[in-house]
Every structure is written in C-alpha cells, then in structure tokens.
C-alpha cells in the first residue's frame, strides 16, 4: 500500500464513486473539490437521474451497466440509505430513430417489450402519439436520487479514512514515475497517483493534452402535473428532438429537460446559469403534443453542463507517458448511471495500471 494518498481532483458523480472505491480497499484517499460538495456548477447536482439497462448512445455498455446496477444496490445495502427508484422507463419515437433502433440493438439480451404506440397508450392514457410511433419499455428502469446517492458515497468513504478538501482550486499538476504534485491555491499535495475527474474543468487542468472536448449548457425544468402519478419515466424523440421526463420527486413536480438542449458551447466558468423563457421554450416544445394537459405551471429550473466528446461517449485512460494521472470523464450527457463501476475502474487504474473490465473504446489513442 501506497504511503501517500491517492488524489482525486473534482468531486461530483465520478469523483465521489472513485474515493468511495479506493476508501473501500483500504487505500489513503484525498478528494479535492474546488467548490462545495454538491455545487451547482458541473454535472452532477440536482435531484435525480433516469436509469436505465440498454442504451441507445451504445449497445457494447451492457456489461458495465449490469455491474453498475448491482453496485448501487451494494451500496444501498452498506449505507442503509435507498436511492433507486425502478419503477420502468419507456424511450418512444419512430421506429427508424435514434432511440428506438438504438435501444432494440442494446437490448436484445435484456429485459424489454416492444410496444406499438396504442398498447403504449392503454398503459399511460397521458400520452397522446402519433400512429407511426413505438415504443421500448424497460422493466428495470427508472430513476436515481442522485444527492442522496452522492451523499452515501461520501458517507461511505469519510468513515473509511478518505478525507476531503472543499473550497480548494488546483492550479496544477505536476506527474513523476513515482508520483504526483498538485499545486492549489491553498498548499500543495504530494500524491503517489491523481485522478482527474473535473468534468467541465477537465481540459484546462491538462492543457497539454488538447483534448477534444466541448463544454455544452443545457437547462432543467420542474413543471406542476395534475396526472403525475401517471407519468412514467420516459425518453421521447419527436420533431423537437429528444426530450426526457422524471416522476415527481419529493414534491418538486415533473422534471422534463432536452437532451442537448440547444446545443450551447460554453466555458464553464462563465456561463448564464438562469433559466430563460426561451430555455423553457425548448423544454416545453413536445409537450402540449404528446402530453397534452398533462404538463402544467414551471415550478423550478436549473441549467448543468455536458463534457462531451466527439464520439459521445467516456474517457477513462491513463495519461500517456504519466502513468500516475488518470484521466476520467464519463459524460456526455449519460455518465451519472455508471458512475459505480466508472469509481472501480478508476481505482484499478490508479492503484493497479490495469482494469479487468474492456476499456478500449474509452482509451485517449481514438483521438489521434
């Protein structure tokens, strides 16, 4: 065992599962955040996120979605906090879509129903669709209750030996064969090895890297429903893009967002986080369609951010030729389900140099 700590620098969804990690092997662990815990700034805040087994972003995410789930359930248990919610999800659209010809590609092994869009809608009378639409139901899906979530994580991994600093900004990174030196604003931290987990941030903490990455804004809203308990967890392509929809949670209403919202690059130290009517616009745009009557009064809003990729999909690598720095980005925009077992890989990496788990799509060579 290591006799410096291991770094984790940035401490929202993936920071958060890979301290709970390397804490659970007994391994010294430093999280750093330059911000609160749960800030509003990044990926990872708000209340929930959909869950889901098949993904149409990538058919090939199924083994690590299935060790994904049993580890929330592991930590459930250890915390004694419940924060899955499987209640079924639907993703809907046309057949030749983005969402329901990627999901049936991901699901063929999993369970699932295919469902025409009046079967759909004998179940949830809510919906009003189109003729020409399907839809893919998923048993085990759902939503997470992603602060309690985090919340445990950290619960976890203090009571384990990790510590945690907050309010600290790291300036820099220096890396050795035998370790690593993060420079912050506060005082510097000799590591034997660093994870970088900064999402948004991730670019300007390894300048020299160049990574191709984009910072996109999107926008959240929380809308009364007078039929609530009638809406299930969805996905919805349509002419006005790919929206989602939560149940209700904790009395905050329905909680719609589109995906990619308006595709909005931006920096993630300056950017406008207040909701306008046009981001509402963009939110509400399918709904008196296909939900009509069902969506009523915006009750909250809240804007995050995506770190994507050009394929849109993770980075999890070791930084070449700085075998002690592990790069970690699991977003663009679907990262937070997998954070569990995105927490064990990295904690391979960092301690091991080596995952059992296929990694190869998410390794930095694709870039060039």
Request: glycine share 8%; charged share 20%; hydrophobic share 40%.
């Amino acid at each position: 065992m290591p006799e410096r700590p291991i770094a984790v620098i940035g401490l929202g969804a993936t920071g958060c599962a890979a301290l709970y990690q390397l804490a659970r092997r007994g391994v010294r662990a430093i999280g750093i955040e330059q911000f609160a815990l749960g800030h509003d700034r990044g990926s990872s805040h708000g209340p929930t996120r959909l869950i889901r087994s098949a993904h149409f972003e990538n058919p090939s995410y199924g083994p690590l979605m299935r060790r994904a789930y049993t580890l929330w359930r592991e930590l459930e248990s250890i915390t004694d906090r419940k924060f899955l919610h499987l209640s079924g999800l639907v993703e809907i659209g046309p057949p030749d879509g983005e969402i329901v010809r990627g999901t049936l590609a991901a699901a063929t092994d999993l369970p699932h129903e295919l469902l025409s869009a009046e079967a759909l809608m004998r179940r949830y009378p809510v919906f009003k669709l189109p003729k020409a639409f399907v839809a893919v139901w998923q048993p085990d899906g759902g939503f997470i209750e992603a602060g309690v979530a985090m919340a445990a994580c950290m619960q976890y991994a203090t009571a384990a030996g990790a510590k945690i600093r907050t309010a600290e900004k790291v300036l820099g990174i220096e890396s050795s064969q035998d370790g690593v030196r993060i420079e912050t604003d506060r005082d510097p931290i000799e590591a034997d090895a660093a994870v970088v987990a900064a999402g948004p941030w991730l670019r300007s903490l390894l300048p020299e890297l160049d990574l191709p990455l984009r910072v996109t804004r999107q926008a959240v809203g929380w809308f009364e429903s007078a039929t609530a308990d009638q809406i299930p967890a969805f996905i919805l392509e349509s002419e006005y893009g790919v929206h989602y929809g939560l149940p209700p949670y904790r009395g905050m209403g329905i909680k719609i967002a589109k995906h990619h919202h308006r595709d909005e690059s931006v920096t993630p130290d300056s950017y406008e986080m207040t909701v306008s009517a046009i981001d509402e616009a963009a939110v509400r745009a399918p709904l008196a369609k296909y939900l009509p009557g069902a969506i009523g009064r915006l009750r909250d809003a809240q804007t995050c951010l995506y770190t994507m990729t050009p394929d849109q999909t993770f980075i999890l690598d070791r930084m070449p030729g700085f075998p002690k720095i592990v790069i970690a980005s699991p977003c663009s925009g679907h990262g937070f389900k997998f954070s569990p077992v995105i927490g064990e890989i990295i904690a391979d990496l960092a301690t091991q140099g080596a995952t059992q788990y296929d990694i190869s799509q998410f390794r930095l060579q694709r870039f060039g």
